[in-house]
């Protein structure tokens, strides 16, 4: 270990953090962090949407899921004030692959989907957010809808001992929202109000309560070479969920990983990347906080287990540059429900597993070829998963000869593979063709939840290990044009034809009946013929020099299902089905458009900025999932950046400055009613940042 | 080479299928739920009617399961209600579930008779089956043997003193208690109370895409006539844990039910 030297320490401390470091040869510079406005196209034929943390620190971000709602196409699922899931391009929960840090991956413990991946890391700990859509990009892991890349802070190296500190306070108002961070991030939001509706404030039950800690140290045993151990925790508490029909009590996660990486390796082999991780996630969920609690107590129990690691080789031969690996994991999930009635002054208890003692191994290899001729980029890429699953349930629902849920065990070898073509017709302009095949296989919940109302729709859920693997087969067309005095803008089409798409069917009364109070019935998850997204995105962005500049971005998707069975309700009653052709899939966002305009003052210190967001009405919905048309409605927000010095920083802003009372179209509904979750009316914020 | 397997890939996705099932003649059924008393549509919150032991009485809530409802024809072939739903509750405070349109398609053709499981059979009475109301308001405790009332006939009659005292008359699973010692710990077993029915004058035609709707009355003055006088004032308010009272309430269900009206 004659080379190891320490590269950073980031101690858990209250209210400061010590970063130390000890003499490397090799000076490193820091620059301060550039911001990049939308600099979408790279060079990559598919869409790629990169965001610095300068640009996450502008606003009031509360959840990392609720700010990716600004990035095209890209919109959440909200069912409380925090945990807002992600939706790229229609495509949603596992159809996107969600990796932190370079490729931990995290197994969400609550079956409604409380803990998103991206609810599992904070903001303030983020360098970068990286959105990849499309399944092209086959590094990552299986790769379906999209990938979103959650860029941790990693250490830095010094050339002598130094002592860094950064902190951050962070206030907002209409939730009395208020966070913290140093090494140790606290936050505490209470109930929001949205605007006024039919004239009245609303305030909705969506307080929660976080905090976190991170650590993370490094060390380089060679000039090239570094290895980062990484440990984080996140704790989540009393957090709220209007629209679930329970609340989460506690969620406590930890995260763990060791990176190694090797660079400027002479011969063919460059880069060598190595992860090894574990992410272990404790959710807690109960409805003692709703007036349902008096009589029938409901306590969810789940622990998700994550555990794998990834190598990844950069090679170039000639003018070909090669990227070649494999990556393994093993999820675990067990969870229990337990339920106490009371009727008569006896109590009567219940429980049954939601999940027990299930695993998934999938073990993925890929490979990505790039290279050039002339004016031509293609990009090419493989990959081939093993994928493995059982769970020791004993329930078995057979009727007629045909079981419903028996047979535990299922095994597939997915092939993906995905090819890019750019062609430049000058400096400034190119246009691309990517084609992709990913293919994913059914996750967890898909395969063996048990009974919970985790849909759209107002079902229980029952798991099918048999079903089979669905295969995205999708093409993206983009245009690009860039100029260092025009600004830069593009535009892109794609189309999506899913096949064996993961949908649902309702399953008898007399077969089974439901567990969660106010539900229609079961719905079981089963593999439809197809179904097809398609959608267009355009951006512009002002050139980055000007004084007065801005940008603007667009986006649109439409989805549909070419024939699917609508369950008639009468009362509370599925009392009869019809067959709907050409229905609109559910939970797919309207068109909208944001407009950003700023002014730099003060030599660029000081940014002010207006942003306009117009969302159109949302009239193409699914006829089988009652989903309910929404009307569209229009933002205006404020923000203003002030950079005091290279030390400290304000941002400052409005959200909602017109109090609009509006829902997003995915936002569900209030449990056990039609009423809409509405998003919060109007804020103010200030966030102060400290880096020494 | 990778772009040529995605294209080929990308083609091989676009196939389309197709599957044609033949569909059976088929039509539906409804049940329509009637409550008399003494031939006359039920008056609830009243003292209007007397039962064969000279009790008045008034009926303030009713509400009972009916389930495995069976169609026979006469080669003895029996069509089975269990696609969608194979339990009915009917209350007669919720006018929507006095009536039942049967999900399952029916064959067409003749019908000589329907039967029925008044109650919940042993093998589906469990608890947690149900878990919203107004379903699970028919929860029968744990300790009693768990699983759902099959009714609940609540109200009140004139006692001996001509004061007006509840009755619960309730049926479900009943408990034996050792010495007859009406305590949880000496309940020593459990006994099945649901019964079969068969709907007397009940045969009916099933024609291709009609519905056909039939009428089931539960005449309450049988409950308390035959063949055994049930006496209010004998066997007191409540009876779930009175097996020998359920025991006279299930014997005299077989002739509570009858058909009415076949539209």
């Known amino acids: ?692 | 080479m990778a772009i040529a397997v995605v294209i080929v890939l990308f083609l091989a996705g676009c196939k389309k299928k197709s599957d044609d099932t033949p569909i059976p003649d088929t039509g539906h059924i409804a049940f329509k739920f009637t409550h008399l008393v003494d031939g006359v549509p039920l008056h609830q919150d009243t003292f209007c009617y007397v039962n064969a032991a000279g009790n008045h009485f008034e009926i303030d809530q009713l509400m009972y399961f009916i389930s495995d409802v069976k169609l026979h024809k006469s080669d003895g072939s029996i069509q089975l209600i269990d696609d969608w739903k194979d339990i009915d509750y009917v209350d007669v405070n919720i006018p929507s579930t006095l009536m039942w349109d049967v999900f399952d398609p029916i064959p067409i053709g003749t019908y000589d008779s329907i039967s029925f499981t008044f109650g919940i059979s042993e093998a589906k009475n469990k608890s947690f089956m149900f878990v919203n109301p107004p379903e699970v308001n028919m929860m029968w405790p744990d300790v009693l043997g768990g699983g759902y009332h099959y009714m609940m006939m609540n109200g009140k009659w004139i006692d001996t003193l001509s004061i007006p005292q509840p009755f619960n008359f309730h049926l479900g699973i009943g408990q034996l208690y050792k010495h007859n010692v009406i305590e949880i710990d000496s309940i020593y077993a459990f006994v099945q109370n649901y019964f079969f029915v068969k709907l007397p004058s009940s045969a009916f035609t099933i024609e291709k895409d009609k519905t056909r709707q039939i009428e089931i009355i539960m005449n309450i003055d049988s409950w308390f006539k035959t063949p055994h006088i049930y006496d209010h004032n004998y066997w007191g308010g409540a009876i779930m844990q009175n097996q020998p009272a359920m025991q006279i309430v299930k014997e005299n269900g077989f002739d509570v039910f009858t058909t009415g009206l076949i539209q």
């Open chain 1, 1 to 692: 270990m004659r080379y190891l030297h320490l590269l950073t320490v980031l101690f858990t401390v209250p209210f400061f953090s010590v970063t130390s470091a000890q003499g490397i040869k090799d000076t490193t510079i820091h620059l301060s962090p550039v911001e990049i406005h939308d600099s979408i196209v790279k060079d990559k034929p598919f869409l790629i949407k990169t965001i610095r943390n300068e640009e996450i620190q502008k606003g009031a971000v509360r959840d990392i899921g609720d700010y990716l709602r600004s990035i095209p196409n890209v919109s959440g699922v909200r069912k409380g004030g925090a945990g807002i899931d992600p939706v790229v391009r229609g495509f949603k929960f596992s159809q996107l692959s969600v990796n932190v840090g370079g490729g931990l991956k995290v197994e969400n413990g609550c079956p409604n989907r409380m803990d998103p991946v991206t609810s599992h890391v904070e903001a303030e700990d983020i360098e970068s957010i990286e959105v990849l859509k499309g399944p092209f990009a086959l590094k990552y892991g299986p790769s379906f809808g999209g990938i979103i890349n959650l860029r941790t802070e990693n250490p830095h190296p010094f050339e002598k001992f130094e002592v860094h500190a950064n902190a951050m306070y962070g206030f907002e108002t209409n939730w009395n929202g208020q966070k913290e961070h140093l090494s140790v991030l606290g936050r505490n939001y209470g109930n929001y109000t949205s605007g006024k509706i039919e004239g009245k404030d609303t305030t909705f039950n969506t307080s929660f309560r976080k905090h976190n800690y991170t650590a993370k140290i490094g060390f380089s045993p060679t000039k090239n070479q570094s290895i980062i151990v990484s440990y984080d925790e996140i704790h989540g508490r009393d957090v709220l969920y209007p629209a679930l029909p329970m609340d989460e009590k506690s969620d406590d996660t930890r995260m763990m990983s060791v990176d190694y990486h090797l660079r400027h390796m002479p011969g063919k082999l460059k880069t060598l990347d190595i992860k090894i991780y574990q992410s272990d996630v404790n959710h807690n969920m109960d409805n003692s906080l709703r007036a349902t609690w008096a009589t029938k107590q409901m306590v969810s129990i789940v622990n998700a287990v994550n555990t794998g690691g990834r190598a990844e080789f950069g090679m170039q031969f000639s003018k070909f540059l090669i990227t070649t690996g494999l990556d393994v994991e093993n999820i675990y999930k067990d969870g229990t429900r337990t339920m106490t009635m009371q009727m008569m002054g006896t109590t009567s208890t219940k429980r049954s597993n939601l999940w027990k003692a299930a695993n998934i191994q999938n073990a993925g290899f890929f490979g990505e070829c790039k290279t050039t001729f002339s004016s031509i980029e293609l990009l090419g890429a493989i990959r081939v998963d093993f994928n493995n699953a059982d769970s020791k349930d004993t329930l078995k629902v057979i009727s007629g000869g045909i079981s419903y849920f028996d047979k535990t065990n299922s095994k597939f070898t997915n092939f993906s593979a995905s090819a890019g073509i750019t062609k430049k017709f000058s400096k400034k302009m190119k246009l691309s063709l990517a084609l992709g095949r990913g293919t994913r296989s059914p996750n967890m919940l898909e395969r063996f939840i048990k009974l919970m109302a985790v849909g759209y729709d107002n079902y229980d859920y029952l798991g099918n290990p048999q079903l089979k693997p669905e295969t995205n087969y999708e093409a993206d067309l983009t245009l690009t044009y860039s100029g260092s005095k025009t600004g830069s803008a593009y535009i892109n089409g794609f189309y999506s034809n899913v096949h064996d798409y993961i949908y649902s069917t309702m399953l008898p009364s007399t077969l089974i009946k439901p567990q969660t109070a106010g539900v229609l019935g079961v719905k079981q998850f089963v593999n439809v013929d197809y179904v097809t997204f398609m959608g267009f995105e355009f951006g512009y962005t002002s050139p980055a020099d000007l004084k007065f500049g801005g940008s603007t971005i667009g986006s649109f998707t439409y989805g549909r299902i070419p024939e699917v069975t609508k369950y008639l309700i009468t009362g509370t009653q599925v009392t009869g089905e019809t067959i709907i052709k050409d229905d609109a899939l559910s939970e797919i966002p309207p068109f909208e458009s944001t407009l950003n305009v700023f002014y730099k003052m003060v030599k660029g210190k000081l940014v002010p900025q207006l942003s306009i967001r117009a969302v159109a009405d949302q009239h193409h919905v699914s006829q089988a999932f009652y989903e309910q048309d929404t009307p569209g409605f229009g933002l205006i927000n404020f923000t203003v950046k002030y950079t005091v010095n290279k030390n400290m920083k304000v941002t400052a802003g409005i959200n909602n400055i017109l109090d609009k009372a509006y829902y997003e179209h995915l936002n569900r509904k209030i449990i056990g009613s039609t009423g809409n979750l509405y998003e919060p009316g109007r804020s103010f914020f200030v966030n102060l940042f400290l880096n020494i």
